[in-house]
């Protein structure tokens, strides 16, 4: 036997495949491998089979191809020695333009990488475009920077992940909440409140940057804040937005079966709050001490630096029986650093670049509900009110 391949496109209707396969099977041809997938009322789908009669496939292929209204062509087909492949996938996220595949792909030849599928998801303004690539011997990091450099250059945000980790079943989702799940850094707007914000936008630079430690800037932070009206929390809670698309890639996240935390350096007044009014499953933060109505200017309690961080998000894991592989991670700071690299997916949300280093992918503050997309959460999730 020989193997043939037959590809079949036009416009779509029901009964091609079973036309094709029927006109295959009437020749005796064994189909060995099948894709087949509509694209924009277009039918597209293309065969392996081994043949005895090429003669009679061809015909018989061709004739049913005429029934249909659609076009068929057979080729000489020869499979290719089995290697070894490095496969990763890759997800650019972004408002649609033109020459975006165009670019990311003059990458991928730049570093000789053969792309072995390419897909593309609309969800709402936002598109997701997806190629599987075998990138072989080559520096998966040099890769993943030089992408991330030309997806910036073009306004996109990328994610990088090796196949094993993207057909892997992910169970848990962990946020940062400042500047992630919220659109603000909260004890910035505390520090605005009383007086301060200069001081400690200055400390909270710093710490995000790792030029000091998490823990050395938020004691001081802290007491800097010492002697406000703890009714000033309330005040900052309800002029707070949530980041543009938090809502629904929540919902959509815990429709799909996830348990959903929010992991903070920030407060627990606020991360509590947003356990409320998102539904989440699990909310860590700093517990402010109050006295007499005021902030004392102390943590009461553990402080949550990224090392509790870490540690926060492993305990979560286990306590639900959730391996560390199955877990995503999102932050945007130095103090996020630890659970991202632990985790099975880690995402840099509007990050630093100490941070976008080490996580898989970047996306920025507009395109948050493209991670439904890196994930394959069902488009119609995202779309419900």
Do not use: W
């Not at 509790?308 to 306590?319: L, S």
């Amino acid at each position: 036997m020989k193997l043939i391949a037959v590809s079949v496109y036009g416009e779509d209707k029901p009964g091609i495949v079973h036309e094709i396969s029927k006109a295959l099977a009437d020749c005796n041809a064994n189909i060995v491998d099948i894709e087949q997938s509509v694209l924009q009322g277009m039918f597209v789908m293309f065969i392996v089979a081994e043949v005895e009669d090429e003669e009679c496939v061809r015909a018989r292929v061709e004739e049913a191809a005429r029934r249909k209204e659609v076009h068929a062509s057979l080729t000489p087909f020869v499979r290719k020695g089995k290697e070894e492949k490095n496969l990763y996938v890759v997800t650019i996220l972004g408002r649609d333009r033109v020459g975006i595949v165009r670019d990311v792909t003059q990458v991928f030849l730049d570093f000789g990488i053969n792309i072995e599928r390419t897909s593309l998801t609309a969800r709402e303004e936002l598109i997701s475009i997806e190629f599987l690539v075998d990138i072989g011997s080559r520096d998966a990091n040099a890769i993943k920077k030089r992408l991330r450099e030309e997806a910036e250059r073009l306004g996109l945000d990328i994610v990088m992940q090796p196949y094993t980790t993207f057909r892997r079943e992910k169970r848990l989702i962990v946020f940062d909440m400042d500047s992630t799940l919220v659109d603000a850094e909260i004890i910035d707007e505390l520090a605005k409140e009383a007086g301060v914000d200069k001081e400690v936008a200055q400390l909270t630079e710093r710490a995000m940057n790792g030029e000091i430690s998490f823990k050395e800037a938020l004691e001081e932070r802290v007491r800097l804040l010492k002697g406000l009206p703890v009714e000033v929390l309330e005040n900052i809670y309800s002029r707070i937005k949530l980041t543009e698309g938090a809502k629904e890639l929540v919902r959509s996240l815990k429709e799909a079966g996830y348990k959903v935390a929010v992991v903070s350096g920030g407060f627990s007044y606020f991360t509590d709050r947003l356990k409320e009014e998102l539904g989440l499953d699990y909310a860590f933060g700093n517990e402010l001490e109050i006295k007499d109505g005021r902030l004392t200017g102390r943590i009461k309690g553990r402080i949550i630096d990224a090392r509790e961080k870490a540690r926060i998000v492993e305990e979560i894991a286990r306590r639900e029986g959730i391996s560390p592989e199955n877990v995503v991670a999102v932050g945007d700071g130095a103090n996020d650093r630890l659970m991202i690299e632990r985790a099975g997916l880690g995402i840099a949300f509007n990050a630093k670049e100490i941070l976008k280093d080490v996580a898989d992918g970047s996306i920025s503050k507009e395109n948050l509900v493209g991670l439904a997309s890196v994930l394959k959460l069902p488009a119609e999730f995202v779309k419900k009110v």
